[in-house]
């Protein structure tokens, strides 16, 4: 495909549409404030395993990258997952200050002391389910990919999924899986405020939803400078885009299913499927 604006139509209706990012179960049931202690507990400990082990992903995605731009947004989130600070209006973090108590698993560490939650529990791959554990495998094959058509087209999707509608006004910025998160945390910390409960800090989801739209517009600078390249592959660019956005779905899932079977492993309509590209 030759023609930019015609792909960005493309990657728009292939990608765009995934309901992963038009319709998620849990994160809009979420939103309503109705989750109890242990349904938070479940969302805050598969979301360290999450966070923790996408470091490993995340340099990963750095080596492989086939652009210096890719490269360098890589670098910048990794450094910013590890606690070095970032500028939410440029992605980066030139100049900035490193603090362990900012790295993101430290701030899921924080929310889950206020429900009592052990700090090594979280992260820990032992911790997962096997959702969250089939996701970490999927970005594995596609963020983590050696084929830079695979991972670029995985993170384009990775990002345009976490800033959807972030900007748009809102009605679209309600739909978003970070807003939506952050009104039920809200809910629940009412709540709990009203029966003299600690409050859960909300930090690592707040500071997520105010970056992402910034990581929105990174990644289609970064399709640009992907589409030019002399090997670009559209075909493998799309595919890694929708295998990264299969696999997401797979970890919402599976915290909707554990939320309505309350069952650790409660899978049913599940489809831990395998990751062959």
């Known amino acids: 495909m030759k023609d930019l604006e015609a792909f960005k139509n493309v990657v728009r209706k292939e990608l765009f549409t995934h309901p992963v990012i038009t319709a998620n179960p849990f994160t809009a049931w979420f939103a309503r404030g109705e989750a109890d202690e242990d ?30 731009e890719g490269e360098r947004c890589a670098r910048n989130i990794l450094m910013n997952e590890c606690g070095v600070g970032l500028d939410p209006r440029t992605g980066s973090v030139e100049g900035r200050t490193f603090a362990s108590g900012n790295a993101h698993l430290n701030w899921l560490r924080d929310a889950g002391a206020a429900l009592g939650i052990e700090p090594m529990k979280l992260g820990r791959w032992g911790s997962g389910t096997k959702a969250t554990h089939a996701f970490l495998t999927g970005l594995d094959k596609t963020y ?43 809910l629940v910390n009412q709540r709990r405020s009203a029966d003299g409960l600690e409050i859960i800090p909300l930090g690592f989801f707040k500071f997520h939803a ?48 554990t939320r309505r079977e309350s069952g650790r492993d409660a899978l049913a309509g599940v489809n831990v499927c395998q990751w062959a590209l």
Do not use: Y
Not at 41 to 54: A, G, I, P, R
Not at 156 to 161: D, G, K, P, S, T
Not at 223 to 251: M, S
């Open 39 to 68: 349904q938070v507990s479940d969302l805050l400990v598969q979301f360290s395993v999450f966070s923790n082990h996408f470091l490993v992903l995340q340099v990963k995605r750095m080596v492989n990258a086939g652009t210096i």
């Open 144 to 186: 983590g990919s050696h084929d830079p058509m695979i991972n670029a087209g995985a993170s384009f999707a990775i990002e345009c999924w976490a800033a959807s509608g972030l900007g748009g006004g809102p009605r679209l910025e309600a739909g978003n899986f970070w807003r939506q998160l952050i009104r039920g945390l809200e």
């Open 210 to 257: 105010e970056i992402e739209a910034g990581h929105g517009v990174n990644v289609w600078r970064e399709l640009e400078e992907t589409f030019e390249l002399p090997g670009f592959d559209a075909k493998r660019f799309l595919k890694g885009g929708q295998k990264a956005l299969d696999a997401i779905e797979l970890f919402w899932l599976g915290l909707d299913a």
